[in-house]
């Protein structure tokens, strides 16, 4: 409802500069009558008001995209971080797990190759996950 009266007063405005410059514009024939100049900065703020709808509409979708995009990657480490939990011989609290664009990267140390190669391919087993960045370390 705000933005019902927001674009109306808007037009409200911009329809009375645009006369007051007609009105002060001496070299315009003088046979356009007074109603043809209302309809013409009428139809004038019409189209700005309908560009910058259309332009905060579409920030509006870039917005929404980027915000589910990081709840995508949050709800994915979550899930990764599950699924590592379960895995025997696995010390989650060793492995930080980080998402962003589907791509998971696992960090951390491990106690042997096995174990880090298993980590990795129950990552990449997840669906949603692009890929997986593997910067585990084995222990020595």
Known sequence: ?????????????????ALIALGCDQQRQ?????????????ETAKQKIDRAGN???????EAAAKAGSVVDDAALTAKVKAALFTEPGLKTLQIEVETHDGVVTLAGAVDSAILRQRAVEIAGAMMGVRQVNDKLVVKS
Not at 1 to 17: E, G, H, K, N
Not at 30 to 42: C, F
Not at 55 to 61: F, S
């Open 30 to 42: 003088s046979s356009e009558t007074a109603g043809q100049k209302i309809d013409r900065a009428a």
């Open 55 to 61: 332009e905060a509409a579409e920030r509006t979708k």
């Open 1 to 17: 409802m705000t933005t019902m009266r927001q674009r109306s007063l808007r037009v409200a405005i911009l329809a009375s500069l």
